[in-house]
């Protein structure tokens, strides 16, 4: 059973720091790329940062760029995201999800295609 779980959220003020994990299970860790996404009330989700199968590439939107930072803990099949200098316009619901290396290579992209999602943690960056 695929499972993913993202945690670690919480009430912030701004310019402080949050680390968000990614708990997964149920299948091989190390095909799979991960991903950070979120998505704000009246808003589309949006992706935030990826580590793909590798662990050897990352990419970053441009608003988490120089914030924050994704790592792998592959030996308990973790991703995290650092979140460094937030702001209230940070503030939204992060889910995790994995991408098949396989999809990277069809898409030619760093992570391709997240065909498996997590519940939510929800972040609140107050100004």
């Known amino acids: 059973d695929v499972q993913l779980q993202a945690f670690g959220g919480g009430f912030v003020q701004a310019g402080g720091s949050l680390r968000l994990s990614c708990a997964t299970s149920g299948f091989t860790f190390d095909d799979y790329a991960i991903g950070w996404f979120r998505q704000a009330p009246g808003k589309e989700r949006e992706e935030v940062s990826c580590?793909?199968?590798?662990?050897?590439?990352?990419s970053y939107a441009s608003a988490a760029k120089g914030r924050f930072t994704i790592s792998s803990d592959d030996a308990v099949n973790t991703v995290y995201l650092q979140m460094n200098s937030l702001k209230p316009e940070d503030t939204a619901v992060y889910y995790c999800a994995a991408a098949h290396y396989l999809t990277a290579q069809a898409m030619g992209t760093i992570c391709g295609h997240f065909g498996f999602w997590g519940q939510g943690t929800q972040v609140t960056v107050s100004s």
């Open positions: 580590i793909n199968w590798r662990r050897d590439s990352t």
